[in-house]
């Protein structure tokens, strides 16, 4: 979930590869080229606290926001004040540092993949993300449906999710991939249909000369 969660992220703050309204490559900035100055400056602004807010979000739900090595001991009832703010501070900086690690990763994605189609964002979105996180969702209430009819403990519950997470994860990648080769080769049918029509009839005359020369 949270990598289908910070995909969906990527899109909602119109991050490369999902940057189709900026469309940089054909007209230099997309529509920020109508504006300089300030209002160039809100956009980025925009676009760039719209990074922060997601990653917030993943970093609360995902990865257990301001928890870490030692906040608890230090937050715990009955500590001195002088620790108890020393364990809230230390907690806002490792959420911090987890915002800003998921900042990494949003430019690290940008400086790496190119970006999709209009029709590959689609097919990604009904396809691949709705189905999946559907899937998800009842495949998670199944297992705990099933072992909280044995009596298991949470904790073997988590490792069994954690296990079928990871399976499913791999499965995710793999169909991603089966995806974006069906459709490359797709949407290249069109450009090389005739490139081989050319090839093969430059090469009749080739084999014409061929035939007549093995006749004589």
Not at 14 to 33: C, H, I, K, W
Not at 163 to 168: L, R
Request: one cysteine or more; glycine letters at 10%.
């Amino acid at each position: 979930m949270l990598l289908i969660y910070y995909i969906c992220g990527l899109a909602e703050a119109n991050r490369a590869p999902f940057d189709l309204p900026e469309a940089e490559s054909e007209l230099v900035a997309g529509y920020l080229t109508e504006y300089s100055g300030f209002r160039w400056v809100v956009f980025y602004l925009g676009e760039y606290g719209n990074m922060t807010i997601v990653s917030a979000i993943a970093t609360t739900l995902f990865l257990g926001g301001w928890a870490g090595p030692g906040v608890a001991f230090l937050t715990a009832p009955g500590m001195a004040f002088g620790w108890q703010l020393l364990g809230n501070l230390l907690g806002i900086g490792y959420f911090v540092i987890k915002v800003y690690l998921l900042c990494f990763v949003f430019i690290w994605v940008r400086s790496t993949l190119p970006r999709l189609r209009a029709d590959q964002l689609m097919q990604f979105a009904w396809l691949i993300l709705i189905p999946v996180t559907l899937g998800n969702i009842l495949l998670t209430a199944l297992v705990y449906l099933i072992l909280n009819s044995f009596g298991l403990p949470n904790l073997v519950f988590l490792i069994i999710l954690g296990v079928v997470n990871f399976i499913m994860f791999g499965g995710f990648i793999w169909v991603i991939s089966r995806a974006t080769l069906a459709t490359n080769s797709h949407a290249q049918a069109p450009a090389i249909r005739p490139q081989r029509r050319a090839a093969d009839a430059a090469q009749l005359p080739v084999r014409a000369g061929v035939a007549n020369s093995s006749k004589k």
